[in-house]
């Protein structure tokens, strides 16, 4: 099958013949339709995310189910599916207490690039080929878990749907289950690109009262406002921490999401945070970025909370059809997400989109 393939940091990806084995007991294959271009895919290819090469990435699919494995039973050929590129098993120590992202069966894969077994699907000639980010969905078709499929309504389009895979998912995700933002509160955002959106709009849909979005590129300030947010800051000429404060009476942020990827900016929001409020770090720095928190005494005695989140804490298999009944409510956008659809041989250029920060989500048409 054709896929793009990621030789080496420094080169461009290219459409390539690999092999793709067919599906083992309780696995599946799915023909893909769709998928997003996430920033995480761009941090393996610039190098801040080393991974082993070369690989498949792409992780924000939805397509059609071609074969199953023996002993799958959820699903079967023709089903409409989600591509979930972190799954859970439901019966690890961590699923067992209510948190899915830390599956340590499923949770390995966006790591080691391969499958929960430590090998991959995907070969070309002797050589074998990576299994990116849950899924490697940038190609023909894709091997996942049964529990990394989530079937859906054969109406819903396969190239809106596919942004649940990663956006959505994380964005939502990250205010209702991680965060868990109530009814009233004030949200600051940092960062609007397709994770931020989406945080705004799962703050919209947790009835926060006032969502700030800070982000330098104009055009995704003017988007983050039909998304949902209620006060827009340009971090070049509007300072994020003292706009907190002013926009709240003095009181400060009850949550702020970082979400463009910067470690610096996690500790803006932990400046810009309310005594005992949040800060949820979405975004996903480079591995050689750390913080620090100067006089932890004041972050001790203001009991804020500094929280990670994986995918926003999702159970894949729960929360998008809950996010579709959302959209089907109209109370979730998809479509508007998306601004740019590309051929699967354009992958590349998908990318040069989100390093130039032209859009918000691109979707790449297989
Ligand atoms: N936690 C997770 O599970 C998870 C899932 C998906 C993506 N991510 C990460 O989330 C981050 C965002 O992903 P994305 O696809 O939305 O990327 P993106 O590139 O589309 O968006 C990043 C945004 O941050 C903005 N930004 C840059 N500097 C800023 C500043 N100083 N203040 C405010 N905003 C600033 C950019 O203009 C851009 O709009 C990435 O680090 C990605 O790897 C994490
Ligand atoms: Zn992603
Ligand atoms: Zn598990």
Redesign the pocket.
């Known amino acids: 099958m054709r896929a793009a393939i990621f030789e080496a940091v420094g080169t461009p990806l290219g459409l390539a013949e690999v092999s793709l084995r067919g599906p083992r007991p309780g696995e599946v294959l799915v023909r893909v339709a769709a998928c997003g271009?996430?920033?995480?895919d761009?941090?393996v290819v610039d190098g801040s995310?080393p991974s082993p090469l070369p690989v498949v990435l792409g992780h924000e699919a939805a397509g059609v189910v071609e074969e199953v494995g023996t002993d799958v039973t959820s699903v079967g050929p023709g089903d409409h599916v989600v591509l979930a590129p972190?799954p859970s098993c439901g019966d690890c120590y961590f699923c067992m207490r209510g948190q899915p992202?830390l599956c340590a069966k499923y949770s390995v894969s966006l790591f080691t690039s391969l499958l929960a077994d430590g090998t991959s699907p995907l070969s070309r000639g002797d050589e074998i080929v990576y299994r990116g980010l849950g899924a490697a969905a940038w190609a023909e078709r894709a091997i996942m878990p049964e529990c990394g499929v989530v079937k859906i309504d054969n109406d819903i389009p396969l190239d809106v749907a596919c942004v649940l895979g990663?956006?959505v998912q994380?964005?939502v995700g990250?205010v209702l289950n991680t965060a868990q933002v109530e009814k009233g509160a004030t949200v600051l955002i940092?960062?609007?690109?397709?994770?931020?959106?989406?945080v705004a709009q799962g703050a919209r849909l947790a009835g926060a009262s006032r969502i700030v979005v800070?982000?330098?590129?104009e055009e995704?300030r003017d988007a983050a406002l039909r998304f949902g947010a209620t006060d827009v800051l340009d971090?070049?000429s509007d300072n994020?921490v003292t706009a907190a404060f002013e926009l709240t009476g003095g009181i400060g942020m009850d949550y702020v999401f970082e979400?463009?990827?910067?470690a610096?900016?996690i500790e803006?929001g932990i400046m810009a945070a309310r005594p005992g409020g949040t800060v949820v770090?979405?975004?996903?720095?480079p591995l050689d970025q750390g913080i620090s928190i100067p006089a932890v005494v004041a972050f001790s005695a203001s009991e804020k909370k500094l929280i990670?989140?994986?995918?926003?804490s999702v159970d894949s298999q729960r929360d998008i059809p809950k996010l579709l009944a959302f959209w089907r409510q109209g109370l979730l956008d998809l479509e508007g997400m998306i601004t740019h659809r590309l051929d699967l041989a354009e992958a590349e250029a998908g990318l040069d989109l989100?390093r130039n920060?032209e859009g918000?989500?691109t979707v790449l048409t297989v």
């Open positions: 271009v996430c920033h995480s761009l941090s995310f972190l992202t990663c956006a994380t964005g990250a940092l960062g609007a690109g397709g994770i931020g959106i989406a800070s982000d330098p590129v995704r971090p070049d994020p979400a463009a990827g910067h610096s900016l803006q770090c979405v975004g996903a720095p990670g989140c994986l995918l926003g989100l920060r918000i989500r």
